[in-house]
C-alpha cells in the first residue's frame, strides 16, 4: 500500500519525542479517554513533552472550558478548533519564552464518539494539532476527520490512541512531506479499523500546499472511498455537506468540461427544481471523478488532476473524487448521509455501461443485486440522449437497447418512472465528445472552442492546460 520508509511503534514515536526538549505542548482528548498521552505518559521522560493533558468529559465543564457549541453538536470540526484555540492561547500564557528558549509549542485535540451500546452507530470523531516547527513561526496545523471501523469501544479507543501519536510524529518529524505525513498515520493501523475520510493542512509550512491533493492520496491510499472539495478547493466532510439533502450528481471525465456536460448539468437540474419538495436550499450537487478515470493514463497526474479541478471550481462546482467504478456505489455512499432523493444526470451512452452483466460478476447476486442497491426507492435517473456514431440515431431510453435478457427488467424500471428521459436538450451538442475535443487542443486545431464554455476555453488557453498548444493548424 505505502512505501518503503521505516516505520517505528508508538512506544518507539512517542519516546523520541519525549526526549527531544524542544517539543512541548497540551493534550485534550474528549470522549474516547486518554489513549493518546497514555503513551507518552508511559515510555518515561514525558515531563519534557507534556505540559498539561485534560479529558474535559463532562459537559458542562467543557463549556466552562471552551464555549457552548450551537445544537449541542460536541463531536464537530468547531469544537476541535475550539479546544485548540483554548489550549494554545494557554500555554503562550502561561510558559515563558525567555525562560525555555528554542520550545516549539503545540496543542493535540480530539473530540470522538465511539460505537453505541446497540452498535448501530460505529463513531466517529475530530482529531487535530497546531504545533511550531521553530518558536520563532507561527501556528501550523493539521485538521483530520475519522470514522471507525472496528466494533468494540475499546479497540477504537485503542486505534485512537496510536493515531494520535501518529499524527503528533508525523507533524515534527515529518513535517516538509505532507503525503509521507497522511502515509504515516496508518503506521500499526490498516483500513479495517480506521478511515480517514477528510484532511486539511494550514499554516506557514503549508502555505503553497493545495489540500485537493492531500484529498486525493485519502482516496488514492485506500483511506476512504470518497473525498468532497468546493468551488474554492477547501475540502469539507462528506457527511456535513450531504446530510439530508436532495442529492444530483453528474459523473465524468471533465477533461476538458464540455457544452454538452453543462447542458446535461443545467437540464437534469432544471427537471430536479420542478419536484416537490426540492429546493436550491436542500439540494447538493456534485460533479463526480473516479479514481479509475484519473489512472486511465496510467499513473495518477496530479497536474490534471488539478487542471480539472480548477475548471470545475471555476464553473462554481463541488467535486467528488471517489473510488466508485459502479454507480450503485455512489448511490450507496449517498444513502449513508440522507433519506432524501438522489438523482442522477447522464448520458444514454453511460446507462448502456451500467446493463453490461460483466462488471458486476464480484456480486454474488450478480447484475441483480448490483440493480437492488442502484434502483432504490429514493432514486431516479435523468437521462440524457445520445448519437449512435455509427448509425447516426438519437438514442433515448425507448430506443437503446439493452440485451435480450434485461428487456423485462429494464421495462420495469422505466415504468416506475426510475428512469426519466430529458426532453430539452440542445441537439447541436450531441455531436460534442469529449475525446476528439482533448485531441484537437492537443494538436492547436482551433474548432474545440466552441464546443467548451467561454470560460473553460480562456482558462485553457491562459494556463496551457491539456497540452493546450498556441501553434495553430
Not at 4 to 20: E, F, G, H, S, Y
Not at 137 to 158: M, S
Not at 217 to 231: H, I, R, S
Request: charged fraction near 25%; charge should be negative; include cysteine.
Amino acid at each position: 500500500m505505502f512505501n518503503t520508509r521505516p516505520v517505528l511503534a508508538p512506544k518507539q514515536k512517542a519516546l523520541q519525542i519525549n526526549l527531544d526538549k524542544d517539543i512541548y505542548g497540551t493534550f485534550s482528548e474528549i470522549g474516547a479517554g486518554q489513549e493518546t498521552v497514555r503513551y507518552f505518559f508511559r515510555v518515561g521522560a514525558a515531563s519534557n513533552t507534556i505540559a498539561k493533558a485534560i479529558s474535559a468529559y463532562d459537559k458542562d465543564f467543557s463549556d466552562a472550558l471552551y464555549g457552548k457549541e450551537p445544537n449541542n453538536r460536541y463531536v464537530s470540526q468547531s469544537r476541535l478548533l475550539k479546544i485548540l484555540d483554548y489550549e494554545i492561547k494557554v500555554i503562550e500564557d502561561r510558559i515563558s519564552r525567555e525562560s525555555c528558549p528554542g520550545r516549539k509549542f503545540f496543542s493535540y485535540a480530539n473530540t470522538v464518539t465511539t460505537i453505541n451500546f446497540d452498535k448501530t452507530s460505529k463513531g466517529h470523531g475530530w482529531v487535530g494539532i497546531r504545533f511550531q516547527l521553530n518558536e520563532l513561526e507561527p501556528y501550523n496545523e493539521i485538521i483530520l476527520h475519522v470514522r471507525f471501523h472496528e466494533n468494540d469501544a475499546k479497540l477504537q479507543q485503542e486505534t485512537l490512541g496510536i493515531l494520535g501519536v501518529n499524527l503528533i510524529y508525523g507533524a515534527f518529524y515529518y513535517a516538509e512531506n505532507p503525503k509521507i505525513i497522511i502515509e504515516s498515520l496508518y503506521d500499526e493501523l490498516n483500513t479495517d479499523q480506521i478511515e480517514i475520510d477528510m484532511i486539511n493542512f494550514s499554516g506557514p509550512r503549508y502555505a503553497y500546499l493545495d489540500n485537493r491533493l492531500m484529498s486525493l492520496q485519502l482516496v488514492k491510499n485506500g483511506m476512504t472511498d470518497a473525498v468532497v472539495f468546493e468551488p474554492n478547493g477547501k475540502n469539507v466532510l462528506a457527511a456535513d455537506e450531504l446530510y439530508k439533502k436532495n442529492i444530483l450528481a453528474l459523473r465524468g471525465s471533465f477533461r476538458p468540461v464540455t457544452n454538452v456536460n453543462i447542458d446535461i448539468y443545467k437540464r437534469g437540474l432544471k427537471m430536479f427544481m420542478e419536484e416537490d419538495q426540492v429546493t436550491e436550499q436542500n439540494t447538493k450537487i456534485l460533479f463526480e471523478i473516479t479514481l479509475s478515470n484519473l489512472r486511465a493514463k496510467g499513473e495518477i497526474n496530479e497536474r490534471d488532476f488539478l487542471d480539472r479541478a480548477d475548471i470545475l471550481g471555476k464553473l462554481g462546482h463541488t467535486v467528488l473524487i471517489s473510488n466508485f467504478s459502479e454507480y450503485y456505489r455512489l448511490v450507496d455512499y449517498f444513502s449513508r448521509f440522507t433519506s432524501e432523493k438522489i438523482r442522477i444526470s447522464m448520458g444514454v451512452n453511460n446507462l448502456l455501461d451500467v446493463f453490461q452483466e460483466e462488471y458486476y460478476t464480484n456480486l454474488s447476486g450478480g447484475i441483480m443485486e448490483a440493480f437492488g442497491k442502484l434502483f432504490k426507492k429514493q432514486l431516479k435517473i435523468y437521462l440524457y440522449p445520445y448519437i449512435d456514431q455509427e448509425t447516426n440515431e438519437i438514442l433515448t431510453s425507448d430506443t437503446l437497447r439493452v440485451s435480450e435478457e434485461l428487456k423485462d427488467l429494464y421495462k420495469y424500471f422505466k415504468k416506475n418512472h426510475w428512469i426519466v428521459d430529458m426532453l430539452e436538450y440542445d441537439e447541436s451538442y450531441l455531436k460534442i465528445y469529449g475525446k476528439q475535443i482533448l485531441a484537437q487542443i492537443i494538436m492547436g486545431e482551433p474548432d474545440w472552442e466552441n464546443q467548451v464554455p467561454k470560460e473553460v476555453a480562456e482558462m485553457i488557453k491562459e494556463r496551457g492546460m491539456f497540452g493546450f498548444s498556441r501553434r495553430l493548424k
